[in-house]
């Protein structure tokens, strides 16, 4: 086979649209406003605006198949037939089937949802056993490249790649290790380069980001073999293993030994990439995909320094083409759709239709030096730079970030708040009715005032209120409707952020946030959420949670300055985050709930980096959490990630209780605490708030029964999984309903 890949491309774009169309559309879908037909239609148009979008910016490869009604890594599961049997008996048509793999039914529950290595992206989690009977589906990439064809443009269809699906798995029984089927799904992969190759096809893109990560010799060797093997065809298309998040370390030997056309190396997020690269000796016949400007952050490319570390590539191999570092679903869609950000600003940042343009401009670069490159840009402001916070965080000591023993702080806090066994509380968000997005619109517009705008989020509060009293729980929420989203929201009144207007990133299905920009010191200038909290607290005797997020997940959540250590800018959120703390103690706020869902997804991928990390990620939280009385309460959240991975770190922040999402993942997480010992407050949560269904009383007491079989009663807290803004009322009522009595049955048992 020839080589002719092309000198640019990138491994993914967003599917969401410019404007969150696929999220409307799938929505009105679900709400059965829209039918199968009309959901198509949309879809299709926002994917050849994609194609068209990359084809006129002059990319030499196109991918296609990157879109998806939900997620990628579903996509690739149904495409090897993957489909477990629980969802096969529903009788339901191929579409709906995978919507309820992604939401589950009353009948089924839904697959595990989980982060997608050091991103804010959830994908669903295949589950595949011994049993799983892989048969190729290539209905949807062929689709998609008829589709292209058809407007003229040849693209590269994309899947997961076979090790990764496998990797990223669990085993539908105990005991099994879902990578046992390799060679299995391999058959179902070749089956599919087949039906590719016969469309016409001339490469496939096969992701394989799990390599990033430390991986066992097997599963290296496994690799190699999977490669081998779909290498020797008689009839394929060409193969691009595209790789990402990090360093490959001895995978990519492994896959340079393997005759597969070309191989993508992240030289972002994995700069030692190059040197295993320039290790491996001079790659002969295969291209080599350079991933020079960054997917994962939204910093305009240093175009000069992407160029020299280009030039390098290409003494070594053959063949280069420059990339993304990983695809471009993790940031926004179009700065030029920015009209109220500071233009200092705007001069230093590249969202995903920029960093097109980078890619062409790098690879046009490198093939004959004709690039016209934009003037380096000058230092930072000044005015970003704030002295006091500086010298604030130059002052702290150990003491700041460490609280009393822990049996001290539980009787003062009993002795306060007089809590039944196994208390029921929610993670504090209440569902974000059209009234209240409506009334932001509002305000928006200017056809709202702000009194007008704070009465209406008072009445919603007070109603949250009566509505939890109702209901029977015992630590309230004021259900957070004056808050957009639990990151942005802070960081629309933090120094140092700003925030877009349009700069949506999708989270999982049709869940879009807009992470905030930090890009100076920062420092609180008000409280932010103490008038809220109090005002709660004003109406009922029982006590109210005030709601803060985390400086990790801040962070996590938010496209993060790259010119000071991570660890800097944690504790400098941190440090505004203490002073929360402290002015919700003194407003009478007796537990304060600082959300930490985002600590496992900034874990390093490599064991040897971990530490280091946990280290800044547990002393940020501490220090934000540790400057109250040991008589007010300290909770923390984490949702949808592989605990058992920082399980020793999640100990460590020290929290008085911990709530933490189990229901999908059937209470693992409870022998994970149980393993280190684990002794505070733990609340695993007993309903799956991403699902619209409604738990039935018994399996919210069964799973009540096995928490309280790995945690002693008097430190178990019963609560949902994650906060109830996506949630419609009448559900959260008969769910809350059935949690409370679920927890009323168990403390008589």
Same mark, same amino acid.
Not at 345 to 357: C, G, I, N, P, Y
Not at 454 to 465: C, K, L, N, P, T
């Given at each position: 086979?020839?080589?002719?890949?092309?000198?640019?491309?990138?491994?993914?774009?967003?599917?969401?649209?410019?404007?969150?169309?696929?999220?409307?559309?799938v929505e009105a879908y679900w709400a059965a406003?829209?039918?199968?037909?009309?959901?198509?239609? %949309?879809?299709?148009?926002?994917?050849?605006?994609?194609?068209?979008?990359?084809?006129?910016?002059?990319?030499?490869?196109?991918?296609?198949?990157?879109?998806?009604?939900?997620?990628?890594?579903?996509?690739?599961?149904?495409?090897?037939?993957?489909?477990?049997?629980?969802?096969?008996?529903?009788?339901?048509?191929?579409?709906?089937?995978?919507?309820?793999?992604?939401?589950?039914?009353?009948?089924?529950?839904?697959?595990?949802?989980?982060?997608?290595?050091?991103?804010?992206?959830?994908?669903?989690?295949?589950?595949?056993?011994?049993? %799983?009977?892989?048969?190729?589906?290539?209905?949807?990439?062929?689709?998609?490249?008829?589709?292209?064809?058809?407007?003229?443009?040849?693209? /590269?269809?994309?899947?997961?790649?076979?090790?990764?699906?496998?990797?990223?798995?669990?085993?539908?029984?105990?005991?099994?290790?879902?990578?046992?089927?390799?060679?299995?799904?391999?058959?179902?992969?070749?089956? !599919?380069?087949?039906?590719?190759?016969?469309?016409?096809?001339?490469?496939?893109? *096969?992701?394989?980001?799990?390599?990033?990560?430390?991986?066992?010799?097997?599963?290296?060797?496994?690799? /190699?073999?999977?490669?081998?093997?779909?290498?020797?065809?008689?009839h394929r298309p060409r193969v691009f293993v595209? =790789?990402?998040?990090?360093?490959?370390?001895?995978?990519?030997?492994?896959?340079?030994?393997?005759?597969?056309?070309?191989?993508?190396?992240?030289?972002?997020?994995?700069?030692?990439?190059? @040197?295993? !690269?320039?290790?491996?000796?001079?790659?002969?016949?295969?291209?080599?995909?350079?991933? *020079?400007?960054?997917?994962?952050?939204?910093?305009?490319?240093?175009?000069?320094?992407?160029i020299a570390t280009g030039a390098i590539v290409?003494?070594?191999?053959?063949?280069?083409?420059?990339?993304?570092?990983?695809?471009?679903?993790?940031?926004?869609?179009?700065?030029? #759709?920015?009209?109220?950000?500071?233009?200092?600003?705007?001069?230093?940042?590249?969202?995903?239709?920029?960093?097109?343009?980078?890619?062409?401009?790098?690879? &046009?670069?490198?093939?004959?030096?004709?690039?016209?490159?934009?003037?380096?840009?000058?230092?930072?402001?000044?005015?970003?730079?704030?002295? &006091?916070?500086?010298?604030?965080?130059?002052?702290? =000591?150990?003491?700041?970030?460490?609280?009393?023993?822990?049996?001290?702080?539980?009787?003062?806090?009993?002795?306060?708040?007089?809590?039944?066994?196994?208390?029921?509380?929610?993670?504090?968000?209440?569902?974000?009715?059209?009234?209240?997005?409506?009334?932001?619109?509002?305000?928006?517009?200017? %056809?709202?005032?702000?009194?007008?705008?704070?009465?209406?989020?008072?009445?919603?509060?007070?109603?949250?209120?009566?509505?939890?009293?109702?209901?029977?729980?015992?630590?309230?929420?004021?259900?957070?409707?004056?808050?957009?989203?639990?990151?942005?929201?802070?960081?629309?009144?933090?120094?140092?952020?700003?925030? =877009?207007?349009?700069?949506?990133?999708?989270?999982?299905?049709? @869940?879009?946030?807009?992470?905030?920009?930090?890009?100076?010191?920062?420092?609180?200038?008000?409280?932010?959420?103490?008038?809220?909290?109090?005002?709660?607290?004003?109406? =009922?005797? /029982?006590?109210?949670?005030?709601?803060?997020?985390?400086?990790?997940?801040?962070?996590?959540?938010?496209?993060?300055?790259?010119?000071?250590?991570?660890?800097? %800018?944690?504790?400098?959120?941190?440090?505004? !985050?203490?002073?929360?703390?402290?002015?919700?103690?003194?407003?009478?706020?007796?537990?304060?709930?600082?959300?930490?869902? #985002?600590?496992?997804?900034?874990?390093?991928?490599?064991?040897?980096?971990?530490?280091?990390? *946990?280290?800044?990620?547990?002393?940020?939280?501490? *220090?934000?959490?540790?400057?109250?009385?040991?008589?007010?309460?300290?909770?923390?959240?984490?949702?949808?990630?592989?605990?058992?991975?920082?399980?020793?770190?999640?100990?460590?922040?020290?929290?008085?209780?911990?709530?933490?999402?189990?229901?999908?993942?059937?209470?693992?997480?409870?022998?994970?605490?149980?393993?280190?010992?684990?002794?505070?407050?733990?609340?695993?949560?007993?309903?799956?708030?991403?699902?619209?269904?409604?738990?039935?009383?018994?399996?919210?007491?069964?799973?009540?029964?096995?928490?309280?079989?790995?945690?002693?009663? /008097?430190?178990?807290?019963?609560?949902?999984?994650?906060?109830?803004?996506?949630?419609?009322?009448?559900?959260?009522?008969?769910?809350?309903?059935? !949690?409370?009595?679920?927890? #009323?049955?168990?403390?008589?048992?």
């Amino acid at each position: 086979m020839t080589n002719s890949f092309g000198r640019s491309t990138v491994l993914g774009y967003p599917r969401i649209g410019a404007n969150r169309e696929l999220k409307r559309a799938v929505e009105a879908y679900w709400a059965a406003t829209i039918d199968a037909d009309e959901l198509d239609r %949309t879809a299709a148009a926002l994917r050849a605006r994609v194609w068209q979008t990359l084809r006129d910016a002059r990319l030499d490869a196109i991918p296609s198949n990157t879109f998806s009604y939900y997620d990628h890594v579903l996509d690739t599961a149904v495409a090897v037939g993957a489909v477990p049997d629980r969802f096969r008996r529903l009788g339901l048509s191929e579409l709906d089937t995978y919507f309820a793999m992604a939401r589950g039914v009353d009948a089924e529950p839904a697959l595990e949802l989980t982060k997608w290595f050091a991103t804010n992206y959830h994908y669903l989690v295949p589950e595949i056993g011994p049993d %799983t009977a892989f048969a190729a589906n290539p209905a949807k990439p062929l689709q998609e490249y008829a589709e292209a064809s058809a407007l003229g443009i040849a693209t /590269r269809p994309v899947l997961v790649g076979p090790a990764t699906l496998l990797l990223l798995a669990k085993p539908d029984r105990p005991g099994f290790d879902p990578f046992d089927r390799l060679d299995d799904v391999v058959d179902a992969y070749a089956d !599919l380069l087949a039906a590719l190759a016969e469309a016409g096809v001339a490469w496939v893109q *096969l992701d394989e980001p799990a390599y990033a990560a430390d991986r066992t010799a097997a599963q290296i060797d496994g690799l /190699r073999a999977a490669y081998a093997r779909l290498a020797e065809l008689a009839h394929r298309p060409r193969v691009f293993v595209a =790789t990402y998040f990090g360093e490959l370390g001895d995978a990519l030997p492994a896959l340079v030994d393997t005759p597969v056309e070309a191989i993508g190396l992240d030289l972002v997020a994995g700069p030692g990439n190059l @040197r295993r !690269l320039a290790g491996a000796g001079p790659l002969r016949g295969t291209t080599v995909v350079a991933g *020079l400007v960054d997917g994962h952050n939204v910093w305009r490319t240093d175009l000069r320094a992407a160029i020299a570390t280009g030039a390098i590539v290409t003494g070594l191999a053959d063949h280069v083409a420059v990339s993304t570092s990983c695809s471009l679903l993790h940031v926004p869609v179009d700065l030029s #759709a920015e009209t109220r950000l500071d233009p200092q600003l705007v001069a230093r940042l590249s969202f995903a239709r920029q960093k097109v343009d980078e890619v062409v401009l790098v690879g &046009q670069a490198l093939r004959d030096g004709t690039a016209q490159l934009p003037p380096p840009l000058p230092d930072p402001p000044a005015a970003w730079r704030d002295e &006091q916070v500086r010298a604030r965080l130059a002052a702290v =000591t150990p003491a700041d970030r460490r609280r009393g023993p822990y049996a001290d702080r539980a009787a003062a806090q009993q002795a306060r708040l007089r809590l039944p066994a196994l208390p029921t509380t929610t993670i504090g968000s209440f569902p974000q009715t059209a009234a209240l997005r409506k009334a932001r619109a509002a305000v928006r517009a200017g %056809t709202l005032d702000g009194p007008g705008y704070a009465g209406r989020m008072r009445a919603e509060v007070e109603h949250v209120i009566r509505l939890q009293e109702d209901l029977g729980l015992d630590v309230l929420v004021h259900g957070e409707p004056e808050r957009n989203d639990m990151v942005q929201y802070f960081g629309e009144q933090l120094a140092g952020f700003a925030a =877009t207007e349009h700069g949506w990133v999708q989270s999982y299905g049709t @869940r879009c946030v807009r992470p905030p920009i930090i890009y100076g010191d920062v420092r609180r200038a008000a409280p932010m959420t103490v008038e809220w909290a109090a005002f709660a607290q004003s109406l =009922t005797a /029982r006590p109210v949670k005030g709601m803060l997020t985390g400086p990790v997940t801040i962070l996590a959540w938010s496209f993060v300055r790259t010119d000071q250590p991570l660890a800097d %800018t944690a504790d400098q959120v941190a440090l505004a !985050l203490r002073d929360e703390c402290r002015d919700l103690e003194a407003a009478g706020i007796a537990v304060i709930q600082v959300d930490e869902p #985002a600590l496992r997804e900034l874990l390093p991928l490599r064991a040897a980096e971990q530490k280091a990390y *946990l280290d800044w990620a547990v002393g940020a939280f501490r *220090l934000a959490t540790s400057g109250v009385a040991d008589g007010t309460q300290i909770h923390t959240h984490l949702c949808y990630s592989e605990f058992g991975d920082v399980i020793t770190a999640i100990d460590a922040l020290d929290a008085d209780v911990t709530s933490i999402e189990a229901s999908r993942s059937k209470m693992e997480v409870l022998d994970d605490l149980a393993a280190i010992g684990f002794g505070r407050g733990v609340g695993p949560g007993v309903w799956d708030i991403h699902s619209p269904r409604v738990p039935p009383l018994d399996e919210v007491v069964e799973a009540l029964r096995r928490a309280v079989a790995a945690v002693p009663a /008097r430190r178990l807290w019963v609560n949902p999984d994650c906060g109830l803004k996506t949630r419609a009322y009448p559900e959260v009522e008969a769910s809350l309903r059935h !949690l409370v009595a679920a927890a #009323a049955e168990i403390r008589e048992g």
